[in-house]
């Protein structure tokens, strides 16, 4: 896990949050190529939900809502707690079920820092409270939502009549979501701000059970067309005790991090609970109207509830690579570790990087620098002119590069270019009228070695 986290910051995926300061609270920020990856989670996402299903349609709900959604959805109350202990000796917090098992027979559980005494446990709630309006005293508490399928729910008629839709539908959801975690750990696995991909699908109540299944089979599906290795992949049925207070039935599908089995994304009945309860206390009846059968009902509603930063991190540790000495078989390389990062082409934060073969030949580098301008706005792109060729190579493969094009001297003479794949390391010559569509077919999947002149 260390070396993943030193990666990140290194090559600029993800650094602490204000470092100059010490940094802050188990918060992160995602730098140039941790924002490109996490833009193509998100993009992946949202074509796999609206592009590729006919009756799903998307939302940007306010983070800020009036503090009686949290009343009603029953975050404020038990439900939406971690039970808390804390040591008498060194103070320090944790949650209970991460130090002891409740079904075992450990009892009285000791403080893992320092093994001093636990406190009795108590319920923590995990809301981040704030004040709205610009005098304190006056001011309305709220709360930064810790889901973001509240906003559905508060938009669902809204949705529903302006786009005339019919159950079943699903409305969708990517956005920020807070929650004040006792403990915060494993890089961005935990985290107080953290990125939702959320929808939620209404349907009848006897068609739930179905929905459910299929769900769970597609949202795993996903998981796996990005590059995520079947082993690696889990789905875990969540028993009655460990459920959400919302929710009916739970399978969480689980990812093998390195650090053990995680949860990247829950799939819930939510029953009627949420519609039910909100038209209870907004006085304002949710129930959907079937007009052929004049049937009136609440909907069932099953959620896939999927964290970006955590599909993130196991993007990340799936993908990553040590290969000892090198692929190499160069003098240098064979004492070094070479770092590959086999990301999916869609997922990968730079797709071409483009590398003058020597930087102090001025009409090598001009010529390198019209091919980056030429690619520039077609795909994320890097120019990089320093060190050896081989160095330069390596370093785009530790960042999961797709392809790096390399202007040489001949270049110069037959306006071609030599094309590196990532993965084999196999070269093509290219020219560069094509080169343009040559990468976007690289991008589609065609056969990198069909794509152009092979060189030995
Ligand atoms: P956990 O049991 O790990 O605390 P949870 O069951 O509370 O997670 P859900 O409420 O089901 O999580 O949230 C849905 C998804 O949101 C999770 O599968 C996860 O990907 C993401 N998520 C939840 N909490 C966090 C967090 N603190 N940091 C990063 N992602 C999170």
């Known amino acids: 896990m260390q070396k993943i986290i030193s990666l990140c910051k290194r090559r600029g995926f993800v650094f602490p949050s204000s470092e100059i300061y010490g940094g802050f609270s188990s918060c992160y920020d995602f730098g140039p190529l941790g924002v490109e990856m996490k833009n193509n989670i998100k993009k992946a996402w949202w074509e796999e939900m609206i592009r590729n299903h006919e009756n799903i349609v998307g939302l940007d709900a306010a983070i800020l809502m009036s503090p009686k959604v949290w009343q009603a959805s029953g975050h404020l109350t038990a439900g939406f707690a971690d039970l808390l202990v804390e040591c008498k000796s060194c103070h320090k917090r944790f949650r209970l079920d991460e130090i002891a098992n409740p079904k075992s027979e450990i009892r009285n559980p000791k403080c893992p820092e320092c093994g001093g005494q636990l406190t009795e446990p108590r319920k923590f709630n995990l809301m981040m409270k704030t004040l709205v309006g610009p005098v304190e005293e006056e001011a309305a508490t709220t ?39 006792i403990t915060t750990k494993n890089f961005v696995f935990r985290i107080r701000e953290f ?228 993965d084999s390391m196999k070269q093509i010559r290219v020219e560069i009228s094509t080169l343009k569509d040559t990468i976007q077919k690289i991008l589609e999947g065609e056969e990198f070695l069909k794509l152009g002149k092979p060189i030995k």
């Open 143 to 181: 709360y930064l939502r810790a889901e973001t399928c509240q906003g559905i729910f508060m938009n669902y008629e809204n949705v529903l009549n302006s786009m005339r839709l019919k159950i079943p539908f699903g409305i969708a959801q990517i956005g920020k979501s807070f929650r004040n975690e």
């Open 195 to 422: 990125e939702q991909m959320e929808m939620e699908w209404f349907c009848h109540p006897k068609e739930a059970e179905k929905y459910f299944d299929y769900w769970k089979k597609e949202r795993l599906n996903w998981y796996l067309n990005l590059g995520i290795k079947k082993d690696n992949l889990r789905l875990r049925e969540v028993p009655k005790e460990e459920r959400p207070h919302y929710a009916k039935e739970t399978v969480d599908i689980e990812y093998k991090f390195p650090f053990g089995w995680g949860e990247l994304e829950a799939i819930n009945n939510r029953g009627d609970f949420d519609l039910s309860n909100h038209s209870k206390n907004s006085g304002k009846d949710l129930r959907y109207v079937d007009e052929q059968t004049k049937e009136r009902y609440f909907p069932y509603i099953i959620e896939t509830s999927g964290g970006i930063d955590r599909s993130f991190l196991a993007i990340l540790c799936d993908a990553h690579q040590e290969i000892k000495g090198g692929r190499t078989k160069t003098t240098k390389a064979v004492k070094e570790i070479e770092v590959l990062l086999k990301l999916d082409k869609k997922i990968a934060p730079i797709k071409v990087a483009i590398l003058p073969l020597v930087k102090n030949k001025p009409e090598l580098v001009k010529k390198a620098r019209e091919v980056y301008q030429l690619l520039k706005p077609h795909f994320v792109c890097q120019y990089d002119e320093l060190g050896s060729i081989g160095r330069r190579y390596r370093r785009m493969d530790e960042v999961g590069t797709i392809t790096s094009v390399t202007c040489d001297f001949q270049t110069l003479e037959d306006n071609a270019v030599t094309l590196r794949d990532r």
